[in-house]
C-alpha cells in the first residue's frame, strides 16, 4: 500500500465499520413527476398513494450537506458517516437490492444505513478502498427495501498511463434502447439527486483536472435506466430483486446503448442486463428478478 494507506490507516478506515445512520424523508409527488421527464418517460401526474418506481429512492433521503462543508470537487468533505479515506476518486462501485414493499409516493419514509465493510487493496493503478454500506428503507413500520450499496475509492491516473479496454459484451440481446447522453440530462440528475459532484456538470473541471474526455455519465442514472428498460418490456411485472456492477464510465462525447435477455441456463426467470458504449464495450452489468 502506498503512503497514507498502511496498515495502520487501513484499520482507522475499519473502525468506521458499524457506524450507524437514520435519514427521514417525504417521497414527494413533485420529485417524481421531475424523475419521469427528466428520462423522457410520459407518465401521469404521481398521486399520493401510487407505488414508486424502483430505484428512484436514490432522489430522496441525499445528504444536504451545507456549502461550507463541500469539498473542492463537490462531494461532502471527508468524514462523518462514511470513512475519511484519502484519495480523491470516489465512485459508485455496485449494489444489491431486494424490495418486500413498495415505497409510496407521497408519505414519509426512513432509511437506517449502516456501514458493514471497509477493504483497503492494492490495484494495478494504486491503492483502493472499498465501502459497502446497507441500507434498510422502510415506511409506516413497514419494511419495503434493502440496498447494499458498494461504493470505491481511488487515485488520479498516472500521466499517460495506459487506461485499461473493459470486454465486449457477449450475449444477444432481445431487447434494447440506445441513449444521447447531453449535459442537460446529466445537469437535471444531479440536481434531482441533489449531488454536487463536479464531473457530471463541470466540464473544464472534468476533463483539465480529472483528466476525463467530457463529463461523466452517472452510474446510478446507467442502473435507472437499465431498470426502465426492463418495466417497459414487461410493464405488468414486479421487480423482486436487481444487482448491478459497473464496469467502465461513461462519458457525454458519445451515445450509448442498453440491453437485456434472459439470463442463460437461469430457471428462475431471471434477465441479464447491461450498458455498452459506442465501441460496444461493457460499462455495467446487471441481473433483475421479478416478484411471483
Known amino acids: ?162 487506461k485499461p479496454k473493459p470486454g465486449l459484451a457477449a450475449l444477444v440481446p432481445e431487447f434494447s434502447r440506445d441513449v444521447v447522453p447531453d449535459s442537460v440530462l446529466l445537469f437535471r440528475y444531479s440536481a434531482l439527486t441533489f449531488n454536487g459532484h463536479r464531473i457530471h456538470y463541470d466540464r473544464a473541471f472534468c476533463t483539465e483536472e480529472e483528466g476525463y474526455p467530457g463529463l461523466v455519465f452517472h452510474g446510478p442514472l446507467t442502473a435507472t435506466l437499465l431498470v426502465d428498460l426492463v418495466r417497459n418490456a414487461f410493464p405488468a411485472r414486479t421487480l423482486a430483486s436487481f444487482s448491478f456492477r459497473a464496469v467502465s464510465p461513461l462519458f457525454d462525447t458519445a451515445p450509448f446503448s442498453i440491453h437485456g435477455c434472459k439470463t442463460p441456463q437461469s430457471d428462475d426467470g431471471a434477465y441479464t442486463l447491461w450498458a455498452q458504449n459506442s465501441e460496444g464495450r461493457l460499462a455495467m452489468q446487471a441481473e433483475v428478478r421479478f416478484a411471483a
Open 1 to 162: 500500500m502506498t503512503s497514507g494507506l498502511d496498515s495502520q490507516a487501513a484499520d482507522h478506515l475499519r473502525s468506521w465499520i458499524g457506524r450507524t445512520e437514520t435519514v427521514r424523508d417525504e417521497i414527494v409527488a413533485a420529485q417524481v413527476a421531475a424523475m419521469s421527464a427528466t428520462i423522457d418517460r410520459d407518465d401521469p401526474l404521481p398521486q399520493v398513494g401510487d407505488p414508486l418506481p424502483p430505484l428512484w429512492h436514490w432522489l430522496f433521503f441525499m445528504p444536504r450537506m451545507r456549502r461550507s462543508l463541500l469539498g473542492r470537487d463537490g462531494h461532502p468533505a471527508l468524514g462523518g458517516f462514511l470513512p475519511p479515506v484519502p484519495l480523491p476518486r470516489r465512485m459508485w462501485a455496485g449494489g444489491r437490492l431486494t424490495w418486500m414493499a413498495p415505497l409510496a409516493v407521497g408519505r414519509a419514509a426512513e432509511k437506517h444505513s449502516t456501514v458493514t465493510d471497509v477493504q483497503v487493496k492494492q490495484g494495478k493503478t494504486g491503492p483502493l478502498v472499498f465501502v459497502t454500506v446497507r441500507h434498510d428503507l422502510s415506511q409506516d413500520g413497514v419494511a419495503c427495501l434493502t440496498e447494499e450499496h458498494d461504493i470505491v475509492y481511488r487515485d488520479y491516473d498516472a500521466p499517460g498511463a495506459a
